[in-house]
């Protein structure tokens, strides 16, 4: 049996609604959801523009990944309703140099899968560390092409029992299927907490995650009209200051920006006081850097505060590592290439976590209680892949004049380029509102 795109992109939304129940609290969103054509979702998102080999046509993704990213633009209210939430999937691309369609590798370059004796297996060699730890990975040296180093070690070995062993290094891996991953848990665990008597007009959020999915949420609760104070390690600050200055910037623009010495009893005093301030947390933290900073988020959801803890797997997967694409690719948002699995769009994973997880915050905010939302990276995947996981019909596509067209039932459909949203105000300089924030918490 066949899924009609329509149906998909109408179950997206469905599927998300349901996904957030517990927070939702048997509230109906007021909001049109508006769901279109999961195939057009796509087609204009920028991420199928992106999806394939550069010498070939882009191609269409499993489930429904854009009409799940624009459901969960349109649970955000008014304040969104300028936003296309298929088109944040591909922000990343349209901002940096250098990111197209690149299979088998990602549009990165540091994802790709290598096929084991029974499977393949997913590797990001995203952080020098991965590389560092390869030799230890395949017990033995690594000269010249890591990935051909990778491809001669797997070749003989069980992928799962392979992907145990990164996983204990630190390097993100995933087992990839044949067909989306099964749904181990919901995309979203809301656990709810204290009870609050009233919040403030404009929650203050305060985001300590890094990278794409934690900032997009806090960037997507700013639109909505919460204040954002980005805080950061002094000795270890966002990573992403050294990648696209505009992408930076349309994250972060309009932020405060706080930076502590969070190896310092004073830096983590400080930074305890801020958290216990805010409204909301936004973290994507592995669970040994929180406790290093003596951080229980328990306390702080007791306390009437909204913690939105971003990860790969899950709080419950403990310390395992994942980025955008490895999560994605074992979650089952892959494509076949001659055989070979490669990954949709660019590390999608982070966009379609950070629209999520801002969704269920927004409504977790509004509520009269505190909540843990424990969102996990993988699980919106497979749920979002999942989405009309039968055949849909087959769409062709046509090259006109130099631009990618889809042709559907109703009528062609342009295969978009990335394009990002008009940056609204400069990013902060490291730590340029510190003592500011910190004066303004000491008096309250």
Not at 103 to 112: H, L, T
Not at 361 to 379: F, Q
């Amino acid at each position: 049996m066949r899924t009609d795109s329509h149906d998909a992109a109408r179950t997206a939304a469905d599927t998300l609604v349901a996904e957030l129940a517990d927070v939702l609290d048997g509230r109906r969103p007021r909001v049109s959801l508006n769901p279109g054509d999961a195939d057009s979702d796509w087609a204009r998102s920028g991420a199928m523009y992106l999806t394939g080999r550069a010498d070939g046509p882009p191609r269409l993704a499993p489930g429904a990944p854009a009409s799940w990213a624009r459901a969960a633009v349109g649970l955000l209210g008014a304040a969104a309703r300028d936003i296309d939430g298929a088109a944040l999937l591909g922000e990343r691309a349209a901002l940096s140099a250098g990111l197209h369609r690149n299979s088998p590798s990602s549009v990165g370059g540091a994802f790709r899968a290598i096929p084991g004796q029974d499977g393949w297996l997913g590797l990001s060699l995203a952080r020098p560390d991965d590389r560092t730890a390869l030799p230890a990975l395949i017990e033995g040296p690594v000269t010249g092409d890591p990935w051909a180093a990778l491809a001669s070690w797997l070749a003989g070995k069980p992928v799962r029992t392979a992907r145990e062993r990164a996983t204990m290094l630190g390097i993100p891996a995933a087992v990839i299927g044949n067909k989306p991953s099964g749904l181990s848990r919901p995309a979203v665990l809301a656990t709810r907490g204290g009870s609050v008597a009233i919040r403030r007009k404009q929650p203050v959020v305060a985001d300590l995650s890094s990278l794409w999915a934690g900032p997009l949420c806090a960037q997507l609760l700013s639109t909505c009209g919460a204040r954002v104070i980005k805080v950061e390690s002094i000795g270890r600050p966002d990573g992403a200051r050294l990648g696209s200055p505009g992408f930076y910037a349309l994250l972060h623009g309009g932020h405060e920006s706080v930076a502590l010495d969070f190896g310092s009893a004073a830096g983590r005093r400080a930074l305890h006081a801020l958290m216990s301030w805010a409204d909301v947390i936004i973290e994507a933290s592995r669970p040994r850097a929180l406790r290093n900073l003596d951080i229980d988020a328990a306390e702080f959801v007791e306390r009437g505060a909204v913690w939105v803890s971003i990860t790969g797997y899950g709080r419950a997967a403990g310390e395992r590592a994942g980025f955008g694409d490895d999560v994605a690719a074992g979650a089952g948002l892959v494509v076949d290439d001659a055989g070979r699995p490669v990954p949709v769009g660019d590390a999608i994973a982070d966009p379609l976590t950070g629209v999520t997880a801002a969704a269920a915050a927004m409504w977790a905010i509004t509520s009269s209680s505190g909540w843990l939302l424990d969102v996990s990276m993988h699980d919106v995947c497979a749920q979002a892949a999942s989405v009309a996981a039968r055949e849909r019909e087959p769409c062709e596509l046509a090259c006109r004049q130099g631009r990618w067209w889809m042709e559907t039932r109703d009528r062609p459909v342009p295969v978009l380029e990335p394009r990002a949203r008009r940056m609204r105000s400069p990013a902060p300089s490291l730590g340029m509102h510190t003592q500011g924030v910190l004066t303004e918490v000491g008096r309250e």
